[in-house]
């Protein structure tokens, strides 16, 4: 069951720049920062309310973000919804004919496990699940 609105990924070039540019925004400090180097992209977090904003930048020209970047130019690159049970979720998902980008979830920023939806299977919105891992 989805649960709520995890967070909105933003897609930057210059993560100090957005950071300084969404701080003063948000009126808060970025409460974490990390790698996650298996899907080539460095990550910021904001608290906004019981949502998130999580900044994106690529790690390198290789990087999903990079290539997002040049297609399209920074700014809104998927929502996440935050699951009960990301497993089930996919299956129900899969059966009702969403196209999921992996079979199984992988690890994630901030502490999550995640799987996204093909775009082309949500009207042009990359769609991120994540669950808590505990």
Not at 14 to 37: D, H, I, P, Q, W
């Amino acid at each position: 069951m989805i649960l709520k609105i995890e967070h909105l990924g933003i897609a930057v070039k210059n993560m100090e720049a957005a950071n300084r540019l969404f701080a003063t925004l948000l009126g808060t400090s970025s409460y974490k920062e990390e790698t996650v180097e298996r899907e080539k992209v460095s990550t910021s977090f904001f608290r906004v309310g019981e949502a998130k904003v999580e900044l994106l930048e690529a790690t390198g020209p290789e990087s999903p973000i990079a290539r997002f970047i040049e297609k399209r130019g920074e700014g809104i690159h998927h929502v996440a919804f935050e699951v009960d049970d990301i497993v089930a979720m996919m299956e129900q998902l899969k059966s009702q004919g969403f196209e999921l980008l992996s079979d199984v979830p992988k690890k994630g920023a901030d502490n999550k496990m995640i799987c996204f939806l093909h775009p082309k299977s949500t009207h042009g919105v990359l769609v991120e699940l994540c669950q808590e891992i505990r």
